[in-house]
Protein backbone atom coordinates (compact mmCIF):
# COMPACT_ATOMS: atom_id res chain seq x y z
CA UNK A 1 0.00 0.00 0.00
CA UNK A 2 0.87 3.61 -1.09
CA UNK A 3 1.73 5.34 2.37
CA UNK A 4 0.26 8.67 1.24
CA UNK A 5 -1.72 11.66 2.35
CA UNK A 6 -4.69 12.79 0.41
CA UNK A 7 -2.74 15.76 -1.00
CA UNK A 8 0.26 13.53 -2.17
CA UNK A 9 -2.05 11.01 -3.40
CA UNK A 10 -3.84 13.63 -5.82
CA UNK A 11 -0.14 15.14 -6.60
CA UNK A 12 0.81 11.62 -7.39
CA UNK A 13 -2.62 10.89 -10.05
CA UNK A 14 -0.87 14.95 -11.70
CA UNK A 15 2.50 13.25 -12.39
CA UNK A 16 0.88 10.25 -13.97
CA UNK A 17 -1.87 12.71 -15.83
CA UNK A 18 1.25 14.84 -16.80
CA UNK A 19 3.36 12.01 -18.03
CA UNK A 20 0.94 10.63 -20.45
CA UNK A 21 1.64 6.25 -20.07
CA UNK A 22 -0.94 4.33 -18.74
CA UNK A 23 -1.34 3.59 -14.95
CA UNK A 24 -4.40 2.40 -12.80
CA UNK A 25 -5.56 2.74 -8.82
CA UNK A 26 -6.72 0.37 -6.27
CA UNK A 27 -8.32 1.15 -3.18
CA UNK A 28 -7.97 -1.92 -0.14
CA UNK A 29 -10.12 -2.31 2.63
CA UNK A 30 -10.81 -5.33 4.95
CA UNK A 31 -12.85 -7.57 2.51
CA UNK A 32 -9.91 -7.20 -0.61
CA UNK A 33 -7.12 -7.57 1.74
CA UNK A 34 -8.64 -10.74 2.32
CA UNK A 35 -8.94 -12.03 -1.16
CA UNK A 36 -5.73 -10.85 -1.36
CA UNK A 37 -4.30 -13.23 0.52
CA UNK A 38 -6.08 -16.28 -0.96
CA UNK A 39 -6.41 -15.46 -4.46
CA UNK A 40 -3.53 -15.65 -6.78
CA UNK A 41 -4.46 -13.48 -9.55
CA UNK A 42 -5.71 -10.67 -7.46
CA UNK A 43 -2.56 -10.61 -5.49
CA UNK A 44 -0.82 -10.57 -9.11
CA UNK A 45 -3.34 -7.16 -9.74
CA UNK A 46 -2.35 -5.64 -6.97
CA UNK A 47 1.53 -6.47 -7.56
CA UNK A 48 1.21 -4.86 -10.90
CA UNK A 49 -0.84 -1.48 -9.88
CA UNK A 50 0.67 1.60 -10.01
CA UNK A 51 -1.21 3.34 -6.89
CA UNK A 52 -2.75 1.51 -3.85
CA UNK A 53 -4.93 3.50 -1.66
CA UNK A 54 -6.17 2.44 1.53
CA UNK A 55 -10.07 2.92 1.52
CA UNK A 56 -10.93 0.78 4.47
CA UNK A 57 -11.18 2.14 8.44
CA UNK A 58 -9.95 -1.31 10.02
CA UNK A 59 -7.19 -1.27 7.74
CA UNK A 60 -6.16 1.99 9.06
CA UNK A 61 -6.71 0.51 12.90
CA UNK A 62 -4.90 -2.67 12.11
CA UNK A 63 -1.94 -0.80 10.60
CA UNK A 64 -1.52 1.25 14.21
CA UNK A 65 -1.94 -2.07 15.74
CA UNK A 66 0.84 -3.38 14.24
CA UNK A 67 2.88 -0.08 15.04
CA UNK A 68 3.40 0.24 10.77
CA UNK A 69 0.28 3.42 10.82
CA UNK A 70 -0.90 4.55 7.61
CA UNK A 71 -0.68 8.17 6.85
CA UNK A 72 -4.15 8.51 5.94
CA UNK A 73 -7.65 7.19 4.74
CA UNK A 74 -8.41 7.78 1.10
CA UNK A 75 -11.79 7.11 0.07
CA UNK A 76 -13.05 6.39 -3.39
CA UNK A 77 -15.54 8.56 -3.09
CA UNK A 78 -13.30 11.66 -1.89
CA UNK A 79 -10.76 10.98 -4.21
CA UNK A 80 -13.27 10.56 -7.25
CA UNK A 81 -14.52 14.09 -6.13
CA UNK A 82 -11.19 15.95 -5.91
CA UNK A 83 -9.87 14.37 -9.19
CA UNK A 84 -13.35 15.66 -11.11
CA UNK A 85 -12.75 18.92 -9.40
CA UNK A 86 -9.12 19.12 -10.17
CA UNK A 87 -9.87 17.80 -14.05
CA UNK A 88 -12.49 20.84 -14.49
CA UNK A 89 -9.70 23.67 -13.64
CA UNK A 90 -6.74 21.81 -15.40
CA UNK A 91 -8.86 20.81 -18.83
CA UNK A 92 -8.32 17.14 -18.10
CA UNK A 93 -11.01 14.97 -20.12
CA UNK A 94 -12.76 12.04 -17.81
CA UNK A 95 -14.63 9.23 -18.58
CA UNK A 96 -17.06 7.15 -16.63
CA UNK A 97 -17.63 3.76 -16.80
CA UNK A 98 -19.88 1.24 -14.64
CA UNK A 99 -23.30 0.99 -13.13
CA UNK A 100 -26.30 1.21 -14.15
CA UNK A 101 -27.35 3.26 -17.40
CA UNK A 102 -29.39 5.40 -15.24
CA UNK A 103 -27.36 5.42 -12.79
CA UNK A 104 -24.01 6.67 -15.12
CA UNK A 105 -26.18 9.52 -16.51
CA UNK A 106 -27.56 10.95 -13.36
CA UNK A 107 -23.22 11.19 -12.42
CA UNK A 108 -22.66 12.74 -15.65
CA UNK A 109 -25.30 14.64 -15.33
CA UNK A 110 -24.80 15.82 -11.91
CA UNK A 111 -20.94 16.89 -12.72
CA UNK A 112 -22.21 18.54 -16.19
CA UNK A 113 -24.19 21.02 -14.09
CA UNK A 114 -21.58 21.22 -11.26
CA UNK A 115 -18.86 22.28 -13.39
CA UNK A 116 -19.99 23.77 -16.28
CA UNK A 117 -16.43 23.92 -18.14
CA UNK A 118 -15.79 19.72 -17.34
CA UNK A 119 -14.58 17.77 -20.06
CA UNK A 120 -16.57 14.29 -20.32
CA UNK A 121 -15.35 12.22 -22.92
CA UNK A 122 -17.98 9.63 -22.83
CA UNK A 123 -19.38 7.15 -20.07
CA UNK A 124 -21.39 4.19 -20.70
CA UNK A 125 -22.85 1.58 -18.01
CA UNK A 126 -21.07 -1.28 -16.63
CA UNK A 127 -23.08 -4.15 -18.43
CA UNK A 128 -22.26 -5.95 -21.91
CA UNK A 129 -21.71 -9.06 -22.85
CA UNK A 130 -17.88 -11.03 -23.33
CA UNK A 131 -18.12 -10.01 -27.10
CA UNK A 132 -18.73 -6.87 -27.03
CA UNK A 133 -15.71 -6.44 -24.40
CA UNK A 134 -13.38 -5.39 -26.75
CA UNK A 135 -15.46 -2.54 -28.74
CA UNK A 136 -16.74 -0.98 -25.35
CA UNK A 137 -12.64 -0.65 -24.64
CA UNK A 138 -11.83 0.50 -28.13
CA UNK A 139 -14.44 3.26 -27.71
CA UNK A 140 -12.92 4.07 -24.21
CA UNK A 141 -9.39 4.11 -26.26
CA UNK A 142 -10.89 6.09 -29.30
CA UNK A 143 -12.47 8.98 -26.67
CA UNK A 144 -9.04 9.44 -24.52
CA UNK A 145 -9.68 10.72 -21.76
CA UNK A 146 -6.73 11.41 -19.22
CA UNK A 147 -8.87 9.65 -16.39
CA UNK A 148 -11.11 6.76 -16.53
CA UNK A 149 -13.00 5.77 -13.58
CA UNK A 150 -14.42 2.69 -13.36
CA UNK A 151 -17.45 1.62 -10.93
CA UNK A 152 -17.81 -1.76 -11.41
CA UNK A 153 -18.06 -4.65 -8.12
CA UNK A 154 -14.72 -6.10 -7.25
CA UNK A 155 -12.46 -8.31 -7.92
CA UNK A 156 -14.41 -7.62 -11.79
CA UNK A 157 -13.41 -4.29 -11.86
CA UNK A 158 -9.90 -5.05 -10.88
CA UNK A 159 -9.25 -7.89 -13.61
CA UNK A 160 -10.76 -5.16 -16.39
CA UNK A 161 -8.43 -2.68 -15.44
CA UNK A 162 -5.02 -4.66 -15.18
CA UNK A 163 -6.28 -6.51 -18.61
CA UNK A 164 -6.43 -3.73 -20.44
CA UNK A 165 -4.53 -0.86 -19.03
CA UNK A 166 -2.16 -0.63 -21.73
CA UNK A 167 -4.80 -1.47 -24.60
CA UNK A 168 -6.89 1.45 -23.10
CA UNK A 169 -3.80 3.96 -22.94
CA UNK A 170 -5.52 6.24 -20.35
CA UNK A 171 -2.67 7.91 -18.18
CA UNK A 172 -5.29 7.15 -14.82
CA UNK A 173 -7.61 4.59 -14.16
CA UNK A 174 -9.16 4.30 -11.00
CA UNK A 175 -11.71 1.79 -9.56
CA UNK A 176 -14.16 3.37 -7.74
CA UNK A 177 -16.66 0.74 -6.80
CA UNK A 178 -19.73 1.78 -5.59
CA UNK A 179 -19.26 5.70 -5.42
CA UNK A 180 -21.07 6.41 -8.67
CA UNK A 181 -24.76 5.17 -6.31
CA UNK A 182 -23.09 7.84 -4.14
CA UNK A 183 -22.70 10.75 -6.49
CA UNK A 184 -26.17 9.79 -8.18
CA UNK A 185 -27.99 9.67 -4.79
CA UNK A 186 -28.67 5.93 -5.25
CA UNK A 187 -27.03 5.35 -1.60
CA UNK A 188 -26.53 8.12 0.78
CA UNK A 189 -23.50 8.68 2.33
CA UNK A 190 -22.66 8.74 5.84
CA UNK A 191 -22.78 12.02 8.08
CA UNK A 192 -19.11 13.41 8.47
CA UNK A 193 -19.12 12.93 12.41
CA UNK A 194 -19.73 8.76 11.32
CA UNK A 195 -16.94 9.21 8.78
CA UNK A 196 -15.06 11.06 11.21
CA UNK A 197 -15.61 8.28 13.81
CA UNK A 198 -14.24 5.66 11.32
CA UNK A 199 -17.78 3.79 11.52
CA UNK A 200 -19.49 4.09 7.68
CA UNK A 201 -18.77 0.75 7.43
CA UNK A 202 -21.19 0.32 10.20
CA UNK A 203 -23.34 3.12 8.26
CA UNK A 204 -23.26 1.12 4.86
CA UNK A 205 -24.92 -2.28 6.98
CA UNK A 206 -27.53 -0.44 8.41
CA UNK A 207 -28.00 0.36 4.84
CA UNK A 208 -28.07 -2.49 3.65
CA UNK A 209 -28.37 -5.50 6.41
CA UNK A 210 -29.17 -8.40 4.28
CA UNK A 211 -26.84 -7.87 2.01
CA UNK A 212 -23.99 -6.90 4.11
CA UNK A 213 -24.57 -9.11 7.00
CA UNK A 214 -22.13 -12.14 5.89
CA UNK A 215 -19.62 -9.74 4.29
CA UNK A 216 -19.40 -7.69 7.59
CA UNK A 217 -20.26 -10.19 10.61
CA UNK A 218 -19.07 -13.58 8.99
CA UNK A 219 -16.19 -13.18 5.95
CA UNK A 220 -14.92 -10.35 7.34
CA UNK A 221 -14.30 -11.65 11.03
CA UNK A 222 -11.51 -13.62 9.63
CA UNK A 223 -9.64 -10.44 9.90
CA UNK A 224 -9.35 -10.52 13.42
CA UNK A 225 -7.26 -13.29 12.95
CA UNK A 226 -5.11 -12.54 10.68
CA UNK A 227 -4.39 -8.57 12.79
CA UNK A 228 -3.86 -10.78 16.16
CA UNK A 229 -1.89 -13.47 14.14
CA UNK A 230 1.08 -10.79 12.76
CA UNK A 231 0.43 -8.47 16.30
CA UNK A 232 1.88 -11.81 18.24
CA UNK A 233 4.39 -12.06 15.08
CA UNK A 234 6.00 -8.53 15.97
CA UNK A 235 5.65 -9.13 19.43
CA UNK A 236 8.03 -12.06 19.33
CA UNK A 237 10.39 -10.03 17.24
CA UNK A 238 11.22 -6.83 19.68
Known sequence: MDNLSFDETLEQVERFVQSGRPHFQMSINVDKLLKVRSDPQLRQVVEQCDLISVDGQPVVWASR????????????????????????RQGWRVY???????????????????????????????????????SVVDSIRRASPHIL???????????????????????????????????????RRAPRWVQALGFEWLWRFAQEPRRMWKRYFVDDMRFLKVVAQEFMKSRRTT
Do not use: H
Not at 65 to 88: F, K, N, W, Y
Open 65 to 88: LLRQPVRARVTGVDLMEALVARSA
Open 96 to 134: FLGARADVVARVTDRYRRRYPELQIAGSRDGYWAAAEEA
Open 149 to 187: FVAMSSPKKEYFMQRYVQRLNVPFVMGVGGTFDIIAGVT
